[in-house]
């Protein structure tokens, strides 16, 4: 898969609630494929130690939930090793079966096997084949995964799992909860396309438009909450010359062509303002709306699309667009011209 990492989706600033800037201590490092930035509002020298516990978090977590490492759980999961699992992994399988549950599928963490097949066509050059779209499909939907008590098991073996689009999200609520643990009433938590801020300050996030520009579309001012982005401007599949972004539809299997270029969601978790940023750009603006509506959870979001970009009315309480004037058509708005 392409990545322009140096391209990043958001810009975070911080705007205290005083004049002058606020001091703060930070921590940059590598981590979930991603860049991490975690920042935290203090001049006291024990906050680098609270630093690198956060740290630490999203190292240990990243050894449990990757993919590819072969010490992880989530390895053991897929390549049917019996083991006990950790409770950080049975934890956020459990949570991404609920989010699963609640988009429908349309963010379905047993994707894997379409991951993998559009991941090895991309490295051959050519699109997967119908039989092999339904193999992979076969091998995915989340009702083949139970968790009962500790105990977690699938029906198919050829399931697997893939957290990447709740990991990141997963992980910041985890380090933010490590760093108010140990002390620190104020921080933020970037891993690029997911931010998390904690503690009685706003924070300006920079949501940049949906191209390689780097161009910002405005600002949304966050307190106390997480904002996710997913785009298909910087992650992709290329194949023939052609990109096909790197969220796929469980359903059928294919790259998401919605017309949607990004979502932008505010939640009041990590972990669920990244998956529903994933589950709001397979599902469309329609049928988000209608998930919106129904929320037993809540969360407010923004669509970038072809024709122009659409949000929720909590949204635009938050936002300020780059232009004066630029402003989302409210959700309300797009759906009575419809
Ligand atoms: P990013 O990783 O760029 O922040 P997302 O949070 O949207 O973006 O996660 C996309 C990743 O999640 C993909 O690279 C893939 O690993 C996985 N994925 C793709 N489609 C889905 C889906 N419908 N449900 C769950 N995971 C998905
Ligand atoms: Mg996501």
Request: negative net charge; contains cysteine; hydrophobic residues 40%.
């Amino acid at each position: 898969m392409k990545k322009m990492a140096l391209l990043l989706i958001l810009l975070t600033l911080s705007l205290g609630s005083c004049a002058k800037p606020s001091p703060y201590r930070d921590i940059h490092f590598f981590a979930m494929d991603t860049f991490a930035e975690v920042r935290v509002y203090t001049s006291d020298t024990s906050a680098n130690e609270a630093l690198i516990v956060g740290k630490s978090v999203a190292e240990d977590l990243e050894n449990k939930i990757s993919t590819t490492k072969e010490e992880s759980d989530t390895y053991a999961f897929n390549h049917g090793a019996a083991q006990e699992y950790s409770e950080d992994f049975t934890e956020l399988l459990r949570l991404s079966l609920e989010l699963s549950k609640f988009t429908d599928g349309a963010f379905d963490m047993t994707s894997g096997a379409l991951i993998e097949l559009w991941t090895s066509c991309e490295a051959e050059g050519r699109l997967p084949t119908d039989d092999e779209l339904s193999v992979a499909l076969s091998n995915a939907g989340y009702t083949g995964v139970q968790i009962s008590d500790d105990t977690v098991t699938k029906q198919n073996p050829g399931l697997l799992l893939d957290f990447g689009a709740i990991g990141k999200g997963y992980a910041a609520d985890r380090m933010a909860e490590s760093l108010r643990e140990s002390g620190v009433s104020c921080g933020m938590i970037s891993f690029v396309s997911s931010v998390t801020v904690f503690g009685d300050k706003d924070f300006k996030i920079g949501i940049r438009k949906p191209d390689t520009s780097g161009e910002l579309f405005g600002y949304v001012s966050l307190r106390d909450r997480s904002l996710s982005v997913s785009g298909d401007y910087e992650r992709f599949y290329e194949i023939g010359g052609v990109r096909y972004p790197h969220i796929l539809d469980p359903k059928n299997g294919m790259p998401i062509a919605n017309g949607i270029h990004s979502v932008v969601v505010l939640a009041d978790s990590g972990a669920m303002a990244d998956a529903l940023s994933t589950a709001v750009f397979v599902m469309g603006i329609e049928k988000a709306a209608t998930l919106y509506r129904n929320a037993e959870l809540s969360f407010e979001f923004l669509c970038m699309t072809d024709d122009g970009a659409v949000a929720s009315d909590g949204f635009l309480a938050y936002f300020e667009p780059s232009v004066k004037g630029e402003q989302p058509l409210s959700l309300s708005q797009y759906i009575s011209e419809r």
